[in-house]
């Protein structure tokens, strides 16, 4: 990787949150009417990319499924050569950048390579989805603990795979990002690891838009559920007792 001396800009690993443009922080939206540049995620909300500073160069950065690595590190080489000629870099990540959203590599990289670097943190789809679906996390009568999770793991990583069991045993609240597509392999584990297979499990997806949709079922029903309604990414995965609160607390927004 290139090493850059003397950059004259600096790179801002922005969350825009979950979808809902106003949900985006202040502080966020300032940096994006001042950005030089912009290099954006897939999921970002074509109402948040209108704030963007209409002369600032725009680069879609969006990951296609099987090429993570290879965007991942071409990616990082921008944002590098553009602080090199830009005063205000924003590197536009969807929810937080440090929750799933790769933010910990780059600002790794980018400090590797003397560029300056600070992270302005977004909402999270995981605590804003099952929030706008009448599902709280947390909740003195049903749980009092909430384990955030992926559902999608990077080849040769540092474990083989996630502790489950684990998480099962360790939380009364699961939260699982990017978990659809290995949902089958997912709630099998969890009903080894001693879940019920009753156990309420609420999926989330496109989460505080205009088009979101929440699917409900539990550990032993939702798999054939998902399929039959055909229910595809982006979406987060409630699992535990909370999400009996749903049919009480759901307000349309």
């Known amino acids: 990787m290139t090493t850059m001396i003397n950059p ?45 500073n209409s002369k600032a160069e725009k680069i879609n950065a969006g990951k296609r499924m099987g090429r993570h690595s290879k965007l991942q590190a071409e990616t990082t080489q921008l944002l590098i050569e553009k602080a090199q000629d830009n005063a205000i870099v924003v590197r536009l990540k969807a929810g937080d950048p440090f929750i799933f959203g790769r933010g910990g590599e780059e600002m ?8 300056p ?24 009568d049903y749980s009092s603990s909430v ?20 998480i099962a045993q360790g939380s009364e609240t699961i939260v699982i990002y990017m978990g659809v597509h290995n949902l089958e392999n997912i709630t099998t584990e969890l ?13 989330v997806r496109w989460g505080t838009t205009p ?27 409630v699992i535990g007792r909370v999400v009996n609160l749903y049919n009480t607390l759901r307000v349309e927004v």
């Open 147 to 166: 384990t955030f999770v992926t559902g999608h793991e990077s080849k040769g990583k540092y474990r083989p795979k996630i502790n489950w069991k684990a």
């Open 211 to 237: 088009r979101q949709e929440e699917l409900v079922g539990t550990l032993a029903t939702i798999v054939q559920q998902r399929e039959s309604a055909q229910f595809e990414a982006p979406a987060i995965a």
């Open 8 to 52: 004259i800009g600096k790179v801002y690993l922005l969350g825009a949150g979950p979808g809902d443009p106003g949900l985006m922080t202040i502080k966020g939206k300032a940096l994006l009417e001042n950005a030089d540049v912009v290099i954006y995620d897939a999921l970002i909300s074509p109402e948040i990319l209108t704030m963007i």
């Open 108 to 115: 790794f990289d980018l400090i590797q390579a003397n560029v």
């Open 117 to 140: 670097v600070e992270v302005i943190p977004g909402i999270t789809s995981g605590i804003a989805a099952p929030a706008y679906a009448g599902i709280p996390l947390t909740h003195r």
């Open 191 to 203: 009903i080894k690891a001693g879940l019920s297979l009753n156990t309420p499990v609420a999926l």
